[in-house]
């Protein structure tokens, strides 16, 4: 196995040789996914850092790798120290322009151009050129050092059916088309895949835990085409033709850019360089996209297939909870969490893990975004609160839900840490907003407890998530950052305050929520609709972690509500030991 500090020595000779300064590693592929495929994992190929954030720059004698606070231990355990530095982003840290402004000299910069938007490689040539720096587009080098470099598993192509989609391809196509005429563009090119998957009703199993199929689109005034080499039955491609849209080979996507006269529309925050610069008869045209947003509000079946999906969901986590109360000795955090994904395999239609499970005790779970293995997991004790952040895919829907258990008797300061992040959660879900609220106005609500013990976290709030996609959807959040895009009916954001202690234990309080209509512009004092969120998660919070005295009286009403909703809805699906566990668990606070 060649060692990280040999694979840098090899990097720096193609720096020497194109006379750059630093090569740019975005931990992302061509399709911008979260979750790379093997194949595309060229930051963790060169620098073995494994989270799902972050990027590395190699400099002709140092390298660093960018993350946020989320991934500030694992980058510490994964990283040889020897070769790199960690600059942590966001929470007012220097921006990754701000450090590239801040050393002062003119930097050569490369980079891949098939993995970097539009809109970043606007940024970072802005940014080198206040020092007279250059952006420079090369290939992968990579790619020429990588020598047992996985290939593609690309698996089967499958329709998702209207019932669960609430909406026809050809409707789809439709609007867009529609839009694309007010746009004045002939053409529309997309390489995210959770916007080619909503657009033409297909799921596949191409990238871990997001049911996506590798592939790229082009859609025009009178035609779309699906550009990938994932398998696609005659009868599935036949269907898809009849809805307008012809399937081809992966490759042939640049080809059929380069091809189309008029106006091709790309959306600079996700369509490549690469994509750009193509040499084409058509001009390209910058815009934003609509399907991100038409795909983030939900219609009245997928939120309705998503209550579905969240109540099998808290069936496999009520009776996995109940089987940890009695089983916990001798297990660690590896098994217990493999127990866990063969509750959710008994559930009706679920279709794997939405993202690698957080499964945390003691000072594991101090980490925000750790991952057990065989070398770190540890033994769960009674001692520790241990956090389980996890989710599913179902047909329905996909789920997203974080809780703390205790196994033994609390301490008075986990009980009030527990209490302080619950109380942020419950003053977050119960907020009513009126309508072009964004999520940094929501953000400090979920805080403010913690604030005035003077604790807080380091990641944002709230993400949205897909029905039946990506667990992490855009385009709105709930996070301190400036994003501008209002919550609006339909939205499905989690709801996921917490505190962390480094070397003691961390606590996450996580529940899906729905945005949903409270007070209509008729019914207002000042003539706008309010919005306000639905729990769509149903699992109860661990009664032994909540110290009521902490808790206003609305408060205990508000968690006496949700786990009488819980029992109504889920005790008459459950048997034996696991619901008379629910029945205590959900049993009034007073």
Not at 58 to 73: E, F, I, N, P, S
Request: with cysteine; charged share 20%.
């Amino acid at each position: 196995m060649v060692q990280v500090s040999e694979k840098l020595s090899r990097l720096r000779r193609f720096l020497l040789s194109e006379g750059a300064d630093l090569y740019y590693i975005p931990g992302t592929d061509p399709h911008q996914d979260e979750y790379v495929p093997a194949h595309w994992q060229h930051r963790v190929w060169i620098s073995q850092f494994t989270g799902s954030a972050g990027d590395v720059f190699v400099g002709q004698a140092q390298a660093w790798l960018w993350t946020d606070g989320r991934y500030a231990l694992q980058a510490s355990q994964d990283l040889d120290s020897k070769c790199f530095q960690i600059v942590l982003s966001g929470q007012g840290r220097p921006t990754m322009r701000q450090w590239l402004t801040s050393q002062g000299q003119r930097l050569r910069f490369a980079v891949d151009p098939s993995v970097i938007s539009i809109s970043v490689a606007e940024e970072l040539r802005q940014t080198l050129a206040e020092t007279d720096g250059e952006l420079v587009f090369v290939d992968n080098w990579v790619d020429a050092l990588w020598t047992d470099r996985p290939p593609l598993e690309l698996k089967s192509l499958k329709l998702h059916p209207l019932k669960y989609t609430g909406q026809t391809t050809a409707d789809k196509l439709i609007k867009l088309r529609d839009w694309m005429r007010e746009q004045g563009m002939e053409a529309y090119a997309l390489n995210t895949l959770d916007s080619i998957a909503w657009l033409f009703n297909i799921r596949g199993a191409d990238i871990p835990y997001n049911p996506l199929v590798i592939s790229y689109a082009l859609v025009t005034l009178d035609a779309a085409f699906l550009c990938t080499d994932t398998k696609v039955s005659k009868e599935d491609a036949e269907v898809l033709l009849e809805s307008g849209v012809t399937v081809a080979p992966y490759a042939d996507f640049m080809t059929l850019l380069q091809s189309q006269a008029g106006q091709i529309a790309m959306y600079p925050g996700e369509a490549t360089v690469a994509m750009w610069n193509a040499p084409r008869v058509g001009k390209p045209m910058r815009v934003s996209s609509p399907i991100s947003l038409w795909k983030a509000c939900k219609n009245s079946v997928e939120i309705q297939g998503s209550r579905i999906a969240h109540e099998q969901d808290a069936l496999a986590l009520i009776r996995w909870m109940h089987w940890l109360t009695t089983h916990w000795r001798g297990l660690d955090e590896v098994s217990v969490t493999d127990r866990l994904t063969e509750f959710r395999q008994q559930g009706r239609h679920y279709c794997g893990d939405s993202f690698p499970a957080i499964a945390g005790f003691g000072e594991n779970g101090a980490v925000v975004h750790y991952r057990a293995s065989s070398e770190t997991a540890l033994s769960i004790q009674d001692t520790a609160p241990f956090l389980i952040d996890s989710g599913g895919q179902y047909l329905e829907g996909t789920t997203d839900v974080t809780r703390v258990l205790h196994l033994g008797t609390p301490t008075a300061r986990q009980r009030r840490d527990y209490t302080l992040v619950l109380k942020g959660h419950l003053r977050l879900r119960h907020t009513r907003f009126p309508k072009g609220t964004v999520g940094a106005h929501l953000d400090a609500l979920a805080r403010q407890f913690l604030w005035q013990h003077g604790l807080d976290y380091d990641h944002g709030t709230g993400h949205g998530v897909g029905s039946y996609l990506c667990v992490h959807e855009g385009p709105a959040r709930i996070s301190p950052g400036l994003i501008k895009v209002p919550l609006q009916p339909g939205m499905i954001l989690s709801n996921e305050p917490g505190v962390y202690l480094a070397c003691r234990y961390g606590i996450r309080i996580e529940n899906l929520c729905v945005v949903v209509p409270v007070i209509s512009a008729e019914d207002s004092e000042v003539g706008r609709e309010f919005y306000g969120f639905e729990d769509l998660t149903l699992v109860p919070y661990q009664r032994k972690l909540i110290d009521i005295c902490l808790l206003t009286a609305e408060e205990i009403g508000w968690i006496d509500q949700y786990h009488r909703r819980i029992w109504d809805t889920l005790s008459d699906r459950l048997s034996g030991g696991a619901r008379e566990w629910l029945n205590q668990e959900t049993a009034p606070l007073q």
